[in-house]
């Protein structure tokens, strides 16, 4: 389960271009990655120098989805501790299938408007309407980005797992982001290639890279050869051309030994070289992990009195006139606070009526169509279905209760014609004779405030 520390060349044969020698003088760091799958958790510790990688360790942790998350937290914390890393931040892979990967074109954009430009168009780059999503952007090319969106709910509840399970999480992001990285951390990435690795459940992940695309990224559920060819037509390949497996593209250890897992690889590969390599990263700021480890503090701490000692007498004097801008700046806000808090007052009071009007307006509105609705509900759910809890929203009603097979209310729902897009809201879970479950059902032609 484990392999031992296993020196890594720092070029493979597909991108052979070496970066500049100051680039590959700023690579120094440690790792952590985890790659999500159907079933298990597959780990992986990368050390990165200028010279090459390091495999430190690598481990499956088996049947985490059906486990408490203390106890496989249990076992990464102690593989972490026998590989002697212990505090490390990890980046984590969502399941490809749960995030939306986009390449936009922004030709002239620099990378400071980027994200702007984005948000401009993110609501065409999903289809989830107005759920609430997270995003995350990386370059792919000069003038093109990589774009990967993900619904927060799924974000939260992946965070809340990590959390719950004791693993410090410094990135959440995707497969074809942390390829894009890896692969340029020693080396220049060929002009074009493409792979493919298979996940658990049987489904063939492609990614590629040409002169006509800058980046290409999909999962497919057929035959492999089918998915090869579609990805071709998409790269702009000749029909014959080879594609190779993902272990093959990424640096690998001597000996052409293939990592344990090439998704946890690339992503503790990106992880380890934060000073040379940016990917897309769906976790807020704020609630990223640090990468700082022990061993960088005393040369961080040392490199800083050193700065200070050259610098800190042009600096003083800027900071005392700095203070007392600050201070007349406070004197003449204090003036004005009366005069502000009162508009601020008026201005909550305002905002407040308007809500209560357009809460009434509603609520004038709503009581006949709820009516309507649990009357419906009750003439589709069968006599054995039994119900908890009915929470009625004005585009939105979740139903919590237990069944004898919960799948096929999903189908019975939808086939109303006051309701759509049925879907569980949380894992069915089965006790010795029925299912549990959480259902939220969106109501046709409805609009109003989403589902908490």
């Known amino acids: 389960m484990t392999a031992a520390e296993t020196p890594i060349a720092a070029g493979t044969p597909a991108s052979p271009a070496a970066q500049p020698r100051w680039r590959r003088a700023l ?3 440690t790792g952590f990655g985890i790659a999500l799958g159907e079933r298990h958790l597959e780990v992986t510790i990368a050390r990165a120098r200028s010279a090459g990688a390091t ?3 690598a481990a499956t942790i088996r049947d985490f989805r059906s486990r408490p998350a203390a106890e496989w937290g249990a076992e990464i914390l102690k593989f972490l501790s026998d590989a002697g890393e212990s505090g490390l931040a990890a980046t984590v892979l969502l399941p490809r299938d749960e995030v939306i990967v986009r390449t936009v074109n922004l030709p002239g954009v620099p990378d400071k408007d980027v994200p702007g430009a984005i948000d401009l168009q993110i609501d065409t780059l999903h289809p989830w309407g107005d759920e609430e999503i997270v995003w995350g952007w990386s370059r792919a090319g000069v003038d093109s ?9 799924l974000l939260d509840s992946w965070e809340t797992l990590f959390a719950e399970a004791g693993i410090l999480i410094a990135a959440a992001t995707f497969s074809s982001a942390a390829i ?3 692969l340029r ?3 220049a990435a060929p002009a074009s290639f493409f792979c493919f690795t298979t996940g658990e459940g049987g489904r063939t992940e492609i990614y590629g890279e040409s002169e006509s695309r800058s980046l290409y990224s999909a999962e497919f559920a057929m035959p492999l050869e089918r998915a090869l060819n579609i990805a071709r037509a998409e790269l702009r390949l000749p029909p014959d051309r080879a594609a190779s497996m993902l272990s093959e593209v990424l640096p690998v250890p001597e000996g052409n030994i293939t990592p344990p897992s090439p998704l946890a690889w690339a992503a503790a590969l990106a992880g380890s070289a934060p000073r040379v390599t940016r990917f897309a990263n769906l976790l807020p700021p704020e609630r990223r992990a640090s990468h700082d480890r022990m061993h ?8 800083s009195i050193l700065i200070f000692a050259l610098v800190g007498v042009f600096l003083i004097y800027p900071a005392i006139e700095q203070r007392r801008y600050r201070s007349d700046l406070d004197a003449a806000a204090r003036k004005l606070q009366p005069a502000a808090l009162r508009a601020q007052t008026l201005e909550r009071k305002t905002a407040s009526d308007r809500r209560n009007i357009a809460a009434l307006d509603d609520f004038r509105g709503r009581p006949q169509a709820d009516l309507d609705a649990l009357n419906e509900l009750t003439r589709l759910l069968p006599p054995q279905v039994w119900t908890n809890a009915i929470e009625i929203y004005p585009d939105s009603i979740v139903l919590s209760g237990e069944a004898d097979q919960a799948a096929a209310l999903l189908k019975i729902l939808d086939s109303s014609p006051l309701f759509q897009n049925s879907e569980f809201q949380l894992s069915v879970t089965r006790n010795s004779q029925t299912e549990q479950f959480r259902i939220k059902t969106m109501r046709r032609g409805r609009t109003g405030r989403t589902t908490p």
């Open 27 to 29: 690579i120094f760091g």
């Open 55 to 57: 495999l430190v360790a």
């Open 145 to 153: 980005v990589l774009v990967g969106l993900a619904r927060k709910e």
């Open 180 to 182: 894009h990285a890896a």
């Open 185 to 187: 951390i020693w080396s």
């Open 296 to 303: 960088y503090r005393l040369p961080a701490f040392l490199g």
